[in-house]
RNA sequence: GGUCCGUUCGUCUAGGGGUUAGGACACCAGAUUUUCAUUCUGGUAACACGGGUUCGAUUCCCGUACGGACUACCA
């Protein structure tokens, strides 16, 4: 096998979508497997839809991912420049060398003659029918083409797809896909500002970043044989990289690929990092500001369309790139299930260390402000640490360790709040003060002495003890709760429920 | 419209000429937690359809349907 180099090869139009860090994370997990190289290349050669600080995203989001660059934008490396545009001069001889062996050629054609064309013809192709009524380097006589060329008007260079040849690519994932020339049109290689296409670009850097696979998205797929035909014509068929083809992610629901619409409909981020559009100024919420683990949407996006063949779904990176295969890769699109995203964050949560998950308490607890001892906040991730599915949970599920309530759920005050509960709690709350420290086993067995010395069963009114002191109907350990929260707090609570609910029973 | 790609539970998927078609998420139920969540146990649920080939097809072939991508001087 040869020495396997991938690239990464976005264009910097915007935001990162979550289906180009598959793409990227896939490259990744092949170069790595074979000790390969993964290269970071920036297809900038479209300048009206360039956009400032997307390349920057780029770079941000794979390393949150932990996508790492070997060589590159942003770390260099034996073939820089990786930004098409600072390649421009490149481009040009390889296109020339095409036209002057006759598989290339100049058409001065203009937009609007274009357009007439298109709409005049059924299923309009520039290909070689209509070729011969368009005005380029076949249909204008030599001297016409150098007077245009010299003159400086302006053209685009065009390849001469042939008649009717079947080109065969051989895709890693999909097997053999032959298509038939006729139906592939003479794209453009080179546009009127002198910089090359995506196709020609693409094949030429391939080709001299000595690129040994083309991981790439589906949507690539009807244009492969046109880049087979360029290796061909550019004398380069022998080091043509192999392709694989990625089946695409689907949205949730209904019909058709991710995109941004279904995501912000349906609530969940499309974008790894917060993402400010620049023209808008609108702001995008990103996978790692709504709490998910990098590790966590590793391991959920490498599932997306492949699998290793056993029942094992938790993987780190180390074990992806073990177990990783091309061939292992799904044909069909994979719809995208933030429900099963959200699972995984949730393990990965409950594999941190304590005191990683202390910071993400005490990271909320900074924005609001709230000052914590690290005991508490030991204790606290101890009780909550197997009911939280993101970092921001232990601050929004377990607020009432550091503010009291001051509403109550209103359907269960209706439904149990009592005579009974009033009783409990009032001889509960005298009596608490006396123990100190409260420890939570002591809290239970007082509980228990109380509510038998009034004739009362424990757990009909353990819910509106819960309900007095976190204000909510559902929570971690009560009794831990409360050892938390310590007795002065504990009384003041059920003191505060009891004299704001007294009216309610009358 | 044309070209290409695809199709196993609701979702991600395993499997593969003869299987009780397996797992995970989600969902439902029971247990445990005197609540909720967790955990445990169990359950509902799939080979798109029609023709071949074959002793036998979900698996191979061909059609159809459906879905997807592409069809720019965008990538």
């Not at 400032?52 to 794979?62: H, K, M, V």
């Not at 001889?93 to 058409?107: I, P, R, T, W």
């Not at 699998?307 to 938790?314: L, R, V």
Request: net charge neutral.
């Amino acid at each position: 096998m040869r020495e396997v180099r991938v690239r990464f090869a976005p264009s910097p139009t915007g935001a990162l979508h979550i289906g180009g860090v598959r793409t990227a994370l896939y490259n990744y997990l092949l170069a790595r497997k074979h000790n390969g190289t993964m290269i970071l290349r920036i297809e900038d050669t479209d300048q009206g839809r360039y956009v400032p600080g997307a390349e920057d995203y780029i770079l941000r989001s794979l390393s949150w991912a932990g996508i790492k660059i070997d060589e590159g934008v942003g770390v260099g490396g034996p073939h820089a420049p990786y930004r098409q545009s600072e390649r421009k001069p490149l481009y040009r001889q390889y296109a020339q060398k095409l036209v002057d062996e006759g598989n290339a050629y100049y058409a001065f054609d203009t937009e609007s003659e274009l357009e007439s064309m298109r709409k005049a013809t059924p299923n309009a192709q520039y290909d070689g029918t209509i070729r011969v009524k368009m005005n380029n380097s076949f249909t204008l006589s030599a001297e016409e083409v150098a007077q245009k060329l010299s003159s400086g008007d302006k053209y685009v260079i065009r390849l001469k797809v042939p008649g009717n040849e079947e080109v065969r690519i051989q895709d890693l994932i999909r097997g053999e896909v032959i298509v038939n020339s006729s139906q592939v049109d003479d794209k453009v290689l080179m546009k009127s500002d002198g910089m090359p296409t995506y196709h020609l670009a693409n094949v030429v850097d391939d080709y001299l970043m000595k690129i040994s696979h083309v991981i790439r998205g589906e949507e690539w797929l009807p244009s492969a044989p046109l880049h087979v035909l360029l290796y061909k014509y550019l004398g380069w068929e022998k080091d043509m990289p192999q392709f694989a083809h990625l089946p695409l992610l689907l949205k949730p629901d209904g019909n058709g690929k991710l995109s941004k619409r279904d995501a912000d409909k349906m609530g969940f981020p499309i974008f790894p990092l917060n993402w400010t559009d620049p023209a808008s100024g609108e702001l995008a919420k990103g996978f790692r500001e709504n709490g998910y683990l990098p590790e966590a949407m590793i391991n959920f996006l490498a599932f997306l369309g492949w699998n290793p063949g056993t029942e094992q779904e938790i993987f780190s990176m180390d074990q992806l790139i073990d177990a990783f295969t091309l061939e292992r890769i799904g044909k069909a699109g994979a719809r995208f299930d933030i429900q099963k995203a959200q699972w995984f964050n949730q393990q990965y949560i409950r594999t941190k260390a304590d005191e990683e998950l202390t910071v993400y308490l005490f990271d909320s607890l900074q924005k609001e402000n709230i000052e914590c001892t690290l005991e508490k906040a030991h204790k606290i991730i101890t009780v909550m640490k197997e009911r939280v599915t993101f970092p921001q949970d232990f601050w929004e599920q377990g607020k009432f360790f550091f503010i009291a309530p001051t509403a109550f759920d209103e359907q269960i005050v209706a439904k149990k709040w009592n005579d009974d509960a009033v009783r409990v709690l009032s001889a509960y709350k005298n009596e608490i003060k006396l123990i100190n420290p409260l420890t939570a086993t002591a809290a239970k067995d007082l509980l228990e002495k109380v509510t038998a010395s009034l004739g009362i069963k424990t757990g009909q009114i353990l819910q509106m003890l819960r309900m007095s002191i976190t204000g909510g109907a559902s929570g971690p350990d009560l009794m831990m709760t409360m050892e938390i929260l310590g007795n002065p707090e504990v009384e003041k609570r059920i003191g505060y429920a009891l004299e704001t609910l007294k009216v309610k029973i009358a």
